[in-house]
């Protein structure tokens, strides 16, 4: 898959937490598989259809914009094709 990158890039957000809050990444990660086991009925997001008609979407000509997260924004520079390994989870901006 090849994607070209546009818009900005910036540091990761980091959630702020009072130093008593704080939990160890195998804390969070145990936390998250617990919360995992359930789909909660605000976590349900309808798939979007890519197609010119769809009101899910935004188009640029050919193009559409997509959104994804990542931890490595040196890697993603504006303007160029990256070469995706393998699959990436993507969100439109509607």
């Given at each position: 898959m090849r994607i070209l990158v546009r818009g900005r890039t910036g540091e990761p957000i980091k959630a702020e937490q009072?130093?008593?809050?704080?939990?160890?990444?195998?804390?969070?990660?145990?936390?998250?598989?617990?919360?995992?086991?359930?789909?909660?009925?605000?976590?349900?997001?309808?798939?979007?259809?890519?197609?010119?008609?769809?009101?899910?979407?935004?188009?640029?000509?050919?193009?559409?914009?997509?959104?994804?997260?990542?931890d490595t924004p040196e890697l993603y520079e504006e303007g160029k094709t990256v070469e995706l390994p393998g699959e990436v989870w993507t969100f439109t901006d509607r």
């Open positions: 009072p130093e008593a809050e704080q939990r160890s990444l195998e804390q969070l990660y145990e936390e998250a598989v617990a919360d995992a086991v359930t789909t909660k009925e605000d976590e349900i997001f309808p798939l979007v259809e890519i197609t010119r008609d769809s009101g899910q979407v935004s188009w640029k000509e050919d193009q559409i914009l997509l959104l994804t997260a990542n």
